[in-house]
């Protein structure tokens, strides 16, 4: 199987449901490069993230004046993959609905005129798809990655917590400040096969994160991630981790598919030193 | 002579809430400073002086009233201008707060609750900086 590379626009998916003000704003700070979806009402935002396959939530819970922390809460529960980011102005109202939605695990909360400043706030939206996934894998990876220079480890980062911003080998070459043949060799020597198989999990990460919410068809997902076709997701996946997208997203928990991505990642190594010794 | 802005060192695990509070506290004037853990608040403590605590009770790695205790020995000011917050008040808390004989400010609170308190406790910090 190879993995070549697939042109995957680095774009990130918002649904929002804002004051005028802060709506304005958000529309500044994604530019035409991201998509942001708009409701005009608490049903709306609700209908907004069924239909859509999103990557971040921007809501500000006291919208309307009256704090609705139910239902963002509720939206947490179904999609427990959609990162919700709390964008308000401080105030009292808000100040106690950001006490209790940080109470049920939301936490990511922008400010207004404090740390909404475009290029931040950007990459806040841009960082936080699929984080705790990214975290876990970049933990599993530690022994690799501490064999590897510096900048490559930041590379490596950046390539999970913001898997859209690279399609291919040499995306990560460049973020690592690299050339391409330099990367493969200390790749190769911490442990990890190839930058692309670490493109590849990458991606393959984010699109677990979407298959585990229910509801969510594995075609919406493949083309979310920058397949083609669900039939190459399911090709990739099965190669990496040994299961199909079905079955990852029914039978594997996060922390196994950490572990079966990593160990898929350094895999072809191991064989290739077994390979080596035989022939040696 | 620049007057010195009061130092106000919230201590909190949930980013979100010390991000919030210090905005607050800026806005309302003072200096805020954050920590989410224990040992980081105390190596603030070391390192500058502090006009006011605000602890949560509750903190990862040292309960709230350890950390009074030992940022009251280094900075003795502290004793009597710590408040202490807590988003769930058990009789255990309850005890531990009464042995401080610091007050308590309930999660979720108004801000305007927590910037009186500060402004409150402001004259003695300026009293004694003078």
Redesign the interface.
Known sequence: MWFYDIPIRPRVDVVAYLPRQLQSHLTIVLGSQHTLITAGGWDELRAAVLQHVTDVLVVDPVVDGTPRVDVIEEIHRQFPSLPIV?YTT???L???A???L??KGI???V?NR??DERRRFLELLERVPGQTLSDQMLRSLAPELAKLPVTMVRAVEQLFRSPGRFRNAQDLSAAAGTILRTLYRQLEIAGIHSPRLLVASARLLRAYALLRDPGRQIKEVAAKVGYHSQYQLTQHMRTLTGHTPRTVRTHIEPEQFVTLLAAGVRRSVQSRRIHGRSRA | MVAQLTHVLLVDD????C??LA??LT?AGFRASTALSGETAMSIVRGEHVDVLVVDLRIPDMRGDTLFELASSIQPQLRARTLFTT?DITERAQELIEACRCPLLR??F???DLIDWVRGVQPMADNQSA
């Open positions: 709390i401080l105030s009292n808000s100040m106690r950001i006490h209790n940080g109470r936490e990511h909360v400010l404090f740390d | 949930e980013p979100a809430i991000k919030a905005l607050a806005r988003g999660k979720p108004d801000l305007k």
